[in-house]
């Protein structure tokens, strides 16, 4: 049962027009894309009656009372969802526990509501649990082990002989004697229910996890870095079995009736022994990741595995085959979402590769298997239809046929962590990485040559080409820019106050917006040459995804904040959250039907309740009329002092629009909009501050020679 500690171990200006908000004011914006189900699995637990309960990353508990074939959640008392591990006791009754400080919870009735039990625990996150055969609770925290004899109402820490330290693993066998993996220090075993303790070997390791043949009574411990170990004598000796292992670093270890000992790894999948640990074979047909963080085996011996990102798979034959087994639990990691031209939604995800929805419905296919290794940072279209996809371990990867099958191209690419993808018009393709700069590929990825010159910084997070073929790579040093296919680039971050880039756009008019982490947005109207900062409505300032529709609304994902909707080219943005269950998104698309799909970190793909075209205000509420309201307040300035006042005006259909400050000569003081607006109801604030006192006239200029100018008075 692994801790998330383990887990995360293994991974480390004036404001321009602002428009009231849509129809979808009364409704949610947002609806949950049936998925992709999946995630990451901390803890798999069985209990007496056969139900099946699993811990994931973001969202706590589970349970299937089918044998994994549907979950729900099961959180009810949990004060946190950060649970690291959970036991079934021989009562039936389940403790989970925390990685918060809250200690651990207690279930009487499979999970439908916990209670906290923690009375002597001294806030450490819990590790992990074990029960024994008179139902004594042991927990392994990041301080000590701790012990309960009352059914978890009361713990105490058992100091003797055993240091303080973090206990990631703990089993009790038949005989009642427990040991305890530490942290660096090896195996402790206690032959007295815990009251003292003794150091049996294997000193500097880290163990992870321990089983125990119930045939033989052999005891099997895997570490960080050493792979497996075996004990014939009760933890007196211990001796490495690594024959056919390789992968030296195992999460979790389980063993079936038959003596099957069952081993998850770090990037290896799952290898399986059956003469007692004298040799290892992989078994990882059919499953979706190469990460395997739990294991549990109930009563008929049908085996499931938690990945670290797919969440969790079954197998009935003894790890012969593996079928996914996660309908109902979302706790998925999206990290890229593209549509293709039929309005197709592919996601990618933390570990379970590129998934493609079919249909309006959302249901989601994993049609790549385990083609693809770890996170899929990018994905993007050719024009030839062909996909491609940007991972954290496998490089690029081309399909050619909607994604059922996935070719690696990395013949010439000296790191294989991309994190951003682009495509010009005459098909090059750009691959940004973590740590190497930028590649290029003129025969559609058949070869890569690096392209660095004049790049200062190797870690390439964003990549957009303009319709000249301009490249712009956003890195962690600013913007940079290649007007000559790549061949040099230069560093553009004039008016920039935060060079910390995470997501590039560029909009019809050739304007580029660069999403910043804790800066906000940036716009650049003069091909990069000069940015501004548009951040005005934007109330969380760590951007790191774009959209654009057709209408050129901008949509801007940010890392807590949710989504916000920019539409009028940036200078205003308002939240768009309604209906969105996680405020992390990670990844952003509009499909060719005007959907628009998030892609979030913990709770898979949402997708907008209508197209786009239909978010503005309907058809029959828009103005008829070009108009310019009097400002408001007006007068405005009195004390206490408030230099701003409102402008409204109404635009009957899509035009372009200026709106200017004139002072009594005649001359211009300040120009408010200068940019083309979507039909509807918009206002701009003015500030005045610096402005002495006085009349002031504001005019309007619109398509079909419309004028209209108004007076407003400031007073100080």
């Known amino acids: 049962m692994k801790p998330r500690t383990i ?255 069952f081993a998850g790894t770090n990037g290896g999948g799952i290898f399986i022994s059956t003469n007692n640990g004298e040799s290892w074979a992989a078994a990882n047909n059919g499953l979706g990741s190469d990460t395997v963080t739990t294991l549990a085996i109930n009563a008929q011996d049908q085996i499931f595995s938690g990945t670290g990102g797919a969440g969790v798979y079954h197998s009935s034959d003894d790890g012969g085959s593996w079928a996914h087994a996660s309908a109902g639990m979302i706790d998925t990691k999206i990290y890229s979402v593209t549509t293709n031209a039929k309005g197709q939604v592919f996601a990618g995800t933390q570990q379970a590769g590129v998934l493609r929805s079919n249909d309006q419905s959302g249901s989601w296919t994993q049609p790549n298997g385990d083609a693809i290794k770890g996170r899929v940072f990018a994905l993007v279209f050719n024009s030839a239809g062909q996909l491609f996809a940007g991972s954290e371990k496998s490089g690029v990867l081309r399909s050619s046929d909607n994604g059922d099958s996935w070719t690696r191209i990395n013949n010439g690419l000296t790191n294989l962590d991309i994190r951003s993808l682009a495509i010009d018009a005459n098909g090059r393709l750009f691959a940004g990485t973590l740590g190497d700069g930028v590649f290029i590929s003129a025969d559609n990825g058949e070869s890569w040559t690096p392209s660095n010159t004049g790049l200062t910084s190797g870690i390439i997070v964003a990549l957009a080409v303009n319709s000249q073929g301009h490249i712009f790579a956003g890195t962690l040093s600013g913007v940079f820019r290649s007007t000559d296919r790549g061949a040099s680039w230069k560093q553009i971050i004039i008016g920039l106050t935060n060079v910390d880039m995470r997501a590039l756009i560029i909009n019809q008019s050739g304007h580029v917006f660069a999403g910043t982490y804790g800066g906000g947005i940036f716009r650049s109207t003069d091909n990069g040459d000069t940015w501004v900062a548009v951040s005005l409505g934007l109330t969380f300032r760590f951007v790191i995804a774009f959209a654009i529709d057709k209408q050129g609304y901008i949509f801007a994902g940010t890392e807590g904040g949710g989504l916000f909707r920019s539409i009028d080219n940036g200078g205003n943005w308002a939240p768009l959250n309604t209906g969105l269950s996680s405020l992390f998104v990670r990844a952003l698309a509009v499909n060719t039907n005007g959907y628009v799909f998030a892609g979030t970190i913990g709770v898979g793909v949402f997708r907008s309740a209508q197209p786009t075209t239909s978010v503005n205000e309907p058809a029959t509420n828009l103005p008829r009329d070009f108009s310019l309201a009097q400002n408001f307040p007006n007068p405005f300035g009195r004390l206490p002092f408030n230099p701003t006042t409102t402008i409204a005006f109404t635009l009957p259909r899509l035009s372009h629009v200026t709106l200017k400050v004139f002072n009594q000569l005649g001359e211009e003081v300040a120009t408010l909009v200068d940019q083309k607006l979507p039909a509807g109801r918009h206002q701009t604030p003015l500030d005045a501050s610096g402005w002495p006192s006085g009349v002031y006239f504001y005019r309007l200029q619109a398509e079909d020679n419309f004028v209209s100018t108004r007076k407003l008075m400031l007073v100080k």
């Open 7 to 261: 887990f995360f171990w293994l991974v480390l200006s004036l404001a321009a027009v602002s428009t009231p908000q849509s129809a979808f004011s009364q409704t949610n914006f947002w609806q949950q894309f049936n998925g992709p189900y999946g995630g990451v699995m901390y803890a798999l637990a069985v209990d007496t009656s056969g139900f099946l309960y699993a811990v994931t990353e973001v969202n706590g508990i589970f349970r299937s009372t089918d044998k994994g074939a549907t979950w729900k959640p099961v959180n009810q008392g949990l004060s946190s969802k950060f649970i690291n591990t959970i036991v079934a006791g021989r009562n039936g009754h389940l403790f989970a526990g925390d990685d918060d400080g809250k200690g651990v919870f207690r279930s009487t009735d499979k999970g439908e509501t916990w209670q906290q039990v923690s009375n002597g625990l001294d806030g450490s996150r819990i590790f992990s649990l074990a029960v024994n055969a008179q139902g004594h609770l042991f927990a392994g925290t990041s301080t000590g082990v701790f012990r309960s004899i009352n059914n978890g109402d009361n713990w105490v820490l058992l100091s003797n002989g055993l240091p303080r330290n973090g206990y990631f693993a703990l089993v009790v066998n038949a005989n009642g004697h427990v040991f305890a993996g530490a942290s660096g220090r090896g195996v402790y075993r206690s032959t007295d229910n815990g009251e003292t303790w003794a150091n049996v070997g294997l000193d500097g390791a880290t163990i992870f996890a321990f089983a125990i043949n119930p045939a033989t009574r052999d005891i099997f411990l895997g570490t960080n870095r050493f792979g497996i170990f075996r004990s014939l004598d009760n933890g007196d000796t211990w001796a490495q079995v690594n024959n056919g292992l390789t992968n030296p670093t195992v999460l979790i270890l389980a063993v079936n009736s038959k003596g099957a000992v």
